[in-house]
């Protein structure tokens, strides 16, 4: 009997000693692996939670930062400086950024969120946009063509549609995307006079021989309506949700 138990165990040793570990091992690093690199894409992904406020003075960023932030409407001055706040959904937050819109301190303060944007809220005045179309232009097309804002989604918000004068979103896009021509052509011309820059460059939008479309550019351009004074929201806020979850 004891022999025959002693034949059992040599052979249970011999199985053990014969067993191949290297698909385990394989099998545990293709694990870690595959652990590893969702890791560093979820960092990548969430590396960017800024939602910028931006645009022209008097468009009525402060005041669309204070109903998404502290819920309530509140008549703004012209900023120096930029607004920095929360904005909360549910269990997840953002960092709302309220971008000065005066063109001092505009182009400075933007350079300083643009790289953590996931994205940008450019918001126009819908009463005077046909007025200060050049304006509203020239700094929406150096936004879109900065290097740093191609992976944004970019909400062009037409805010105080509670006025009468107020034009449509739909007549902003049309009045944006011609000018937009004009000023890419004007940019066009001015970088073939002084030569190129490989390292500054910037991004020509759209696509060169055509008119300017925003279907026909890298980001994901939408155009929603608002009045931050009737607490007419919900689109933007729509927007932003989704990206946070």
Same mark, same amino acid.
Request: hydrophobic letters at 40%; charged letters at 30%.
């Given at each position: 009997?004891?022999?025959?138990?002693?034949?059992?165990?040599?052979?249970?040793?011999?199985?053990? @000693?014969?067993?191949?570990?290297?698909?385990?091992?394989? &099998?545990?690093? *293709?694990? =870690?692996? %595959?652990?590893?690199?969702? +890791?560093?894409?979820?960092?990548?992904?969430?590396?960017?939670?800024?939602?910028?406020?931006?645009?022209?003075?008097?468009?009525?960023?402060?005041?669309?930062?204070?109903?998404?932030?502290?819920?309530?409407?509140?008549?703004?001055?012209?900023?120096?400086?930029?607004?920095?706040?929360?904005?909360?959904?549910?269990?997840?937050?953002?960092?709302?950024?309220?971008?000065?819109?005066?063109?001092?301190?505009? @182009?400075?303060?933007?350079?300083?969120?643009?790289?953590? &944007?996931?994205? *940008?809220? =450019?918001? %126009?005045?819908?009463?005077? +946009?046909?007025?200060?179309?050049?304006?509203?232009?020239?700094?929406?097309?150096?936004?879109?063509?900065?290097?740093?804002?191609?992976?944004?989604?970019?909400?062009?918000?037409?805010?105080?549609?509670?006025?009468?004068?107020?034009?449509?979103?739909?007549?902003?896009?049309?009045?944006?995307?011609?000018?937009?021509?004009?000023?890419?052509?004007?940019?066009?011309?001015?970088?073939?006079?002084?030569?190129? @820059?490989?390292?500054?460059?910037?991004?020509?939008?759209?696509?060169?021989?055509?008119? =300017?479309?925003?279907?026909?550019?890298?980001?994901?351009?939408?155009?929603?309506?608002?009045?931050?004074?009737?607490?007419?929201?919900?689109?933007?806020?729509?927007?932003?949700?989704?990206?946070?979850?």
């Amino acid at each position: 009997m004891d022999k025959l138990n002693e034949n059992v165990r040599e052979k249970k040793e011999i199985k053990l @000693d014969n067993i191949d570990v290297t698909p385990i091992l394989a &099998a545990l690093i *293709i694990g =870690f692996l %595959v652990v590893a690199i969702f +890791v560093i894409l979820r960092r990548r992904s969430t590396g960017r939670r800024d939602f910028l406020l931006t645009g022209l003075t008097e468009a009525g960023k402060s005041a669309i930062f204070m109903q998404l932030v502290h819920n309530k409407f509140s008549e703004t001055f012209t900023s120096i400086k930029e607004n920095v706040g929360e904005y909360r959904s549910g269990h997840v937050a953002g960092r709302l950024v309220d971008i000065p819109g005066h063109y001092r301190v505009r @182009d400075k303060c933007f350079e300083l969120y643009k790289r953590n &944007a996931k994205g *940008i809220i =450019f918001v %126009v005045d819908s009463v005077t +946009v046909q007025k200060d179309i050049r304006d509203v232009a020239d700094t929406l097309y150096t936004i879109l063509a900065d290097s740093a804002t191609q992976p944004c989604s970019v909400l062009i918000l037409c805010n105080k549609q509670d006025l009468t004068a107020a034009k449509s979103s739909q007549v902003i896009k049309s009045l944006l995307e011609k000018e937009l021509n004009t000023v890419r052509d004007t940019r066009s011309r001015k970088l073939q006079s002084v030569g190129d @820059d490989e390292v500054n460059k910037p991004i020509t939008l759209g696509k060169m021989g055509r008119d =300017f479309e925003f279907a026909h550019i890298t980001q994901n351009v939408q155009f929603f309506e608002s009045s931050a004074k009737d607490k007419q929201l919900s689109d933007l806020t729509d927007w932003i949700d989704r990206m946070l979850y």
